[in-house]
């Protein structure tokens, strides 16, 4: 099936809309979180493992990269649940128009930076 | 009348009530566990281990995990559908991130019952 009609595949030239922006991060934020998994895993066992082990990881986590890396996870864990409950309260009818779902996206966006940013000064 | 819309003949309802299901479990295991690290703020091993050795936690811990795999399962097979279009590409990688999760399942329970 093909058909002729004109597309605009420039992202760039693409100005989203707030919700759009908290829904594509919510999925980005979704996908990132499933890919750090299996070292989230291998951190805890390792923890549990001995105490040897524990001292270990915890040492590897305070590296300024591992810190990183738990700034970016803790983002990716905060916007998706900041997001997922506002997805949760749009499914029971609560702020559905557009200047409200605007608002509501905007608090989202807002609050998951400055938790993370909390996070990212608890950690130094 | 509600209850025949998460029947097996409407597949996508059931996959929306567990993905929202899942996600409440989560969140309320969150805020518990978050509670517990506040109060007894375990930077020690012994107080790690002591932490995660009541039976009930490791339960819930489970359980948060299970929640935790198969909301990612749901999430991330609509990620596929929407971005991968090769049948065969994306009949793959259901099938790895369904592998891979499962295997997370068995050894989160292998993690969890090995703490005495």
Do not use: E
């Amino acid at each position: 099936m093909k058909n002729a009609r004109p597309k605009n595949l420039n992202l760039l030239s693409i100005r989203l809309p707030l919700p759009a922006l908290v829904s594509i991060l919510h999925r980005a934020s979704g996908f990132l979180l499933f890919l750090a998994l299996p070292f989230l895993l291998l951190a805890l066992q390792s923890s549990l493992k001995s105490a040897i082990q524990f001292q270990h990881i915890a040492d590897l986590l305070s590296q300024p990269a591992a810190k990183l890396m738990l700034v970016i996870l803790g983002w990716a864990a905060i916007h998706h649940l900041l997001a997922g409950i506002r997805h949760l309260l749009m499914d029971m009818h609560w702020a559905i128009t557009l200047p409200k779902a605007r608002t509501s996206a905007r608090m989202v966006l807002l609050s998951s930076a400055i938790l993370t940013f909390l996070v990212a000064r608890w950690l130094w | 009348m509600v209850d025949r819309l998460f029947s097996r003949k409407y597949s996508g309802m059931r996959h929306w009530l567990l993905q929202r299901l899942t996600a409440v479990l989560m969140t309320l295991y969150l805020m518990l566990l978050g509670a517990l690290l506040f109060a007894q703020h375990p930077t020690q091993y012994t107080a790690w281990k002591a932490l995660l050795s009541p039976l009930w936690l490791r339960g819930a811990t489970l359980l948060f995990l299970l929640s935790l795999f198969f909301h990612a399962w749901l999430g991330v097979r609509d990620i596929f559908n929407d971005y991968v279009h090769p049948l065969v590409l994306r009949s793959f990688l259901h099938g790895a991130v369904a592998i891979t999760l499962i295997a997370y399942s068995v050894w989160s329970v292998n993690i969890l019952w090995s703490v005495r």
